[in-house]
């Protein structure tokens, strides 16, 4: 497995968050979609990411929560889009994991890159910036109904 260490930039983001299982259908990627493409925000220009804010071994499948975002252009004016929620993602160091398999099999990247990549690298998990899931593919437009996903773990470099 080729994991990098990346640097990623602070982007600003407009996201809408759902709540319940990860594995049922996530409608708010329709709605964000939809609103991203009307305000003429779509790849390549810009990147549809997931954000898993729990973990589904620890939280209870109902309580978990996930946020489909785009990054939004500098200058973007978002005090005209009163129905979106906007943050800041942080920048600084990423662990890149290039995934390339079917939708529910996202967990098992996570499992490996906690389980067994971050304790045999050299970098410890950056608990207080966000997993960021990069769609670089739509899963019902691929022939084998798999998703491609650049997941890039917050990592900071373990102390000697």
Not at 12 to 29: K, L, M
Not at 91 to 102: H, I, S, T
Request: charged share 30%.
């Amino acid at each position: 497995m080729n994991i990098l260490i990346k640097n990623l930039p602070e982007k600003e983001i407009a996201y809408i968050r759902r709540t319940g299982s990860y594995f049922e259908p996530q409608e708010h990627w329709g709605r964000l979609i939809d609103w991203a493409i009307g305000n003429g925000l779509y790849p390549p220009q810009q990147s549809f990411i997931g954000i898993s804010l729990d973990n589904p071994d620890q939280v209870e499948s109902k309580d978990c929560r996930h946020d489909a975002c785009v990054t939004l252009p500098e200058g973007f004016e978002k005090e005209n889009h009163k129905d979106m929620e906007f943050r800041k993602l942080d920048g600084g160091q990423y662990a890149l994991y290039n995934f390339y398999e079917k939708p529910e099999k996202l967990h098992s990247a996570y499992q490996y890159m906690f389980g067994e990549w971050l304790p045999n690298s050299d970098y410890t998990a950056d608990y207080k910036r966000y997993n960021l899931e990069y769609n670089m593919n739509n899963p019902s437009e691929d022939p084998e109904g798999k998703c491609r996903v650049d997941l890039y773990i917050p990592v900071k470099k373990r102390k000697a």
